[in-house]
Structures are given as C-alpha cells and as structure tokens.
C-alpha cells in the first residue's frame, strides 16, 4: 500500500512502518512503543530512519566494532620535508594567494 512516496510494510514484530529511500521508516509513536524490537532490528543490521510529522529526524543504526586502529609510521620514509618547510613564502607567492 503507498502512501505519498512512502510504501506501508508490515513489521514481522507486527507494527506497520513505512519504506522508501531511506529504508524503514516509522514515526515517533512506533519508535517510542516499539523501541526494543527496533533496536533488535538495527543490531541485525538494518537501518531504521525515526519520523516525527511524516518528516525523517534521526537515523537508528547498527553500532559497528571498533574502529581499526591506526598505524602509525605507514609513510616513514616516503616522504620528505625539505628543511625550508616553515620559512616564510617568498613575496611572488603570498601576492599570488592574496590576488595580487
């Protein structure tokens, strides 16, 4: 069944929320009712955009593992700052930055 550009689908917790391009959608009362059965949901995997007033206002999505971790020293010795990194820019250049 659609409704404007939204298509109403039965919940197989048996609520009725709306889908359309943001994926499942459901307003702030289903939210508020159903709150356990869409975090469920959301830790499967889905992604469900909570409505107020027909209009999206947040976004429930599964909580990813930690994010790896960065390693360090990835680039040592590929590149090279010259010794005249932090002198100032000679005057033909900072004219043309300043449009000169």
């Known amino acids: 069944m659609r409704q404007g550009g939204l298509r109403l689908v039965r919940s197989s917790f048996g609520y009725t929320k709306m889908s359309d391009a943001f994926g499942s959608v459901v ?4 939210a508020k009712t159903h709150f356990s059965r869409l975090l469920d949901e959301a830790a499967a995997g ?5 409505a107020k007033a027909g209009k999206p206002v947040a976004k429930l999505v599964p909580l990813n ?3 790896p971790r960065r390693r360090l ?7 090279v700052v010259p010794e005249d990194f ?8 900072l004219d043309t930055f300043e449009g000169r």
Request: hydrophobic content about 50%.
């Open 65 to 67: 593992a930690q994010a």
């Open 73 to 79: 020293g990835l680039l040592a010795g590929k590149a």
């Open 86 to 93: 932090d002198q100032p820019l000679p005057d033909s250049v």
């Open 46 to 50: 889905a992604e469900i955009v909570i």
């Open 27 to 30: 307003n702030v009362h289903t």
